[in-house]
């Protein structure tokens, strides 16, 4: 499998967990009306809302922010200040590009290994969560180091774009300028 295939491939897997995400804010979405409408209206006796809703909601949003966090990456819709990128020479900016993306890579390689240490402490040690649910604590954990492991592939196939593209800075990315 060549490497384009591969980032192909790997496009194609970012788009079912943004839509995976989708799901998770349809659910969210759903559950906290469910839980707003039982805390009006008394329709099940002694029921007053949905009381794990809140801890659910958290969890949520997480799950959502870790299974958007590559795909957005990958379409360039984060967080991007392109002011000095647009203002040097477009080789110095291409050079910015591949300093930044290179920063990136080893930021989301060391999230991912610390990461990873942190839920197999936390599964090895049998911790748990105990809140309204209780829960074991490395579930939630161990989406972490899977999301950066999944942003740090990115951030390769980024610099291979970069490298293969025009020798200036990118345009993937929204800007006011």
Same mark, same amino acid.
């Not at 740090?152 to 990315?173: H, K, N, Q, T, V």
């Given at each position: ?8 491939a790997y496009?194609?897997?970012l ?9 998770l804010?349809f ?15 008394r ?27 590559? #795909?957005?990456?990958r379409?360039?819709?984060?967080i ?8 040097v020479?477009?080789?110095?900016g291409?050079?910015?590009? #591949? ?10 390689a ?5 990461g ?15 809140k ?6 490395w579930?939630l954990l ?6 950066f ?26 800007s006011?300028?």
């Amino acid at each position: 499998m060549s490497i384009a295939a591969l980032e192909a491939a790997y496009g194609k897997a970012l788009d079912a967990l943004a839509l995976v995400a989708c799901a998770l804010i349809f659910a969210l979405t759903l559950m906290i009306c469910a839980d707003v409408f039982l805390r009006n209206v008394r329709i099940v006796p002694g029921t007053v809302g949905l009381a794990w809703s809140n801890e659910v909601s958290e969890a949520m949003l997480y799950l959502v922010t870790m299974l958007t966090a590559p #795909w957005l990456l990958r379409r360039g819709q984060h967080i991007r200040v392109d002011i000095v990128l647009r203002a040097v020479p477009p080789r110095v900016g291409w050079a910015f590009e #591949w300093a930044v993306d290179a920063l990136g890579l080893a930021c989301c390689a060391a999230i991912a290994y610390y990461g990873a240490r942190a839920a197999l402490a936390s599964y090895a040690a049998g911790s748990i969560s105990i809140k309204t649910l209780i829960t074991p604590e490395w579930w939630l954990l161990s989406v972490l180091p899977a999301a950066f492991l999944a942003l740090s592939l990115e951030m390769l196939f980024r610099m291979r774009r970069l490298y293969l593209g025009e020798r200036a800075p990118r345009d993937d990315a929204v800007s006011t300028g």
